[in-house]
């Protein structure tokens, strides 16, 4: 038995399980709470403030029912009136994000696949420290 192998193995396996774990979960959660939203225009900036105002808005409906108004950062990429897939948090979907293939798909699909290599790069310096 390689102690070093087996001092090795043991953190690869479970920072590996918990990375693809935490990829899955992520994965699932952006695909279940999507919505679509479609962009207005805010109002007229007035006052001190006028610069600190959005120039658009994001307007959904949650999965339950509330209707839900995200400023937009980046108005300029999108038209008014145009429709877009956002990715929300159910607790707090007034930090919902437009969705996108990186967002949706790649960075959880990425953070699932690195753990799950992470795992198996452990369980192989523990099969071989036990030998």
Known sequence: MDPVRLIVAMPLI???CLLAAAGVVLLRRSLAY???A?????NAPQGEDAS??????????????????VPLPRASEHEVGEQV????DPTYPEIAQ???PLRLWIAP???ALAGAAIAIAGAANLAAAVR
Not at 38 to 42: L, P, S
Not at 57 to 69: A, C, K
């Open 52 to 69: 600190s105002r959005p120039p658009a808005l994001l307007r959904f409906t949650t999965r339950d029912g509330r209707p839900v108004e």
């Open 98 to 100: 437009i969705a996108s």
């Open 38 to 42: 479609t962009i207005h225009a805010a």
């Open 34 to 36: 999507t919505a679509t």
């Open 14 to 16: 479970v920072v590996g």
């Open 109 to 111: 699909g990425v953070m």
């Open 85 to 88: 897939t956002v990715i929300y």
